[in-house]
């Protein structure tokens, strides 16, 4: 019996690996039609999610006007879900968008490596102590996995595996590297550029207040690479139920 069990979990992880190689694999090898799945998957998830959510809070704000007012709750679960799913779109295109094929393979793995913790850590929660672990990880997770992948690429950038542009270094990018009508691939690769040049003057900034280390660490929290937590969260939420009907079949 536990050898049976230890190969059946053993054949969750693989599935689970399997999934995440292939989530950071669609997204590093086919950026748009990565974006769109994003947005549509995390409009259809959180209109179902944030409905249920109001369901259950507007009875905290109204009270006995809750069922009058019910109609409040589609509007609203509709408007926020549509505003995540595009949030999110936009990040996971701007993640993995570019030219530069180095950078966007460490981007990947980087990526990949996040959204296993996310789909490893809502699995532990959920037998550790049966939480809901799609509405919990919906809710909740974009943020610790966004300041993982933060300190992951700030990682990448004290290893030189992706670039920290100076202003020159942009001035020439921008002017003499990029046309007229630069390709979504042209004009993502110089947002990341102008993205990476703002977090480090942000990091500079902060130096005058306090040290270079607690600068960088600070940096890495108020990094706009924060925002890809919402396109890693909603696979680790999907990835997790879905391991989780496997389990229970």
């Avoid at 609203?76 to 094929?101: I, N, Q």
């Avoid at 460490?106 to 959920?126: D, E, K």
């Avoid at 004290?158 to 046309?179: E, G, H, N």
């Avoid at 007229?180 to 110089?190: I, V």
């Amino acid at each position: 019996m536990i050898l049976v069990r230890f190969f059946l979990n053993l054949v969750v992880l693989i599935v689970e690996v399997g999934l995440v190689a292939g989530v950071a694999w669609v997204g590093w090898q086919f950026p748009v039609s990565f974006a769109l799945a994003t947005g549509l998957a995390g409009f259809m998830l959180g209109l179902r999610l944030e409905r249920a959510r109001l369901a259950n809070e507007l009875g905290f704000y109204f009270g006995g006007l809750a069922r009058p007012l019910s109609w409040l709750t589609g509007s609203v679960a509709l408007g926020e879900a549509a505003v995540k799913g595009l949030l999110a779109g936009v990040a996971a295109l701007v993640t993995f968008s570019g030219t530069d094929p180095a950078r966007l393979q460490w981007i990947a793995v980087v990526f990949a490596g996040c959204l296993f913790a996310g789909t490893s850590l809502l699995r532990w929660l959920r037998v550790r102590f049966a939480m809901r672990a799609e509405r919990w990880g919906y809710f909740r997770l974009a943020p610790p996995l966004g300041l993982m992948f933060s300190a992951g690429v700030a990682g990448l950038v004290v290893l030189r595996l992706v670039p920290s542009p100076s202003l020159s270094d942009l001035t020439r990018k921008l002017f003499l590297d990029t046309p007229n009508r630069p390709t979504l691939a042209q004009a993502s690769e110089l947002l990341f550029l102008f993205k990476q040049y703002f977090d480090e003057v942000i990091v500079s900034l902060l130096t005058t207040l306090v040290s270079r280390d607690w600068a960088s660490v600070i940096g890495v929290v108020l990094s706009v690479n924060m925002l890809t937590g919402f396109v890693v969260a909603i696979y680790a939420v999907l990835i997790a139920e879905l391991i989780r009907w496997l389990e229970r079949g």
